[in-house]
């Protein structure tokens, strides 16, 4: 019998970093984008705080939390972009 298991939040870690990216780019949404992408990134830093204390989780959980870091990297850049130019109405001149 195995003692790994997945790693807790990875699945909402890939999912959160996944919708950041098309989120950022509707008008009303950018600031909800930065919000599920910085939970993204928190989840992801609390699940290898909790891999390197605690360890036994399988690999394919710890890359799909990987997965969704880097998307959320991507999301929060997008979404913060585009927040600064919806703010400045640059994108409405």
Known sequence: MS??????????????GVLSIPLAFLAQLCVPALIMALLALAFHAWGRKRSARKGGY???????????YRLALVGACLSTLMWIL?????LLS
């Not at 003692?3 to 959160?16: A, I, K």
Request: positive net charge; glycine residues 4%.
């Open 3 to 16: 003692t790994e298991r997945d790693l807790p939040l990875s699945t909402v870690t890939l999912v959160f």
């Open 58 to 68: 399988t690999a394919v959980s710890l890359t799909r939390s990987q997965k969704g």
């Open 86 to 90: 919806w703010a400045s109405n640059v």
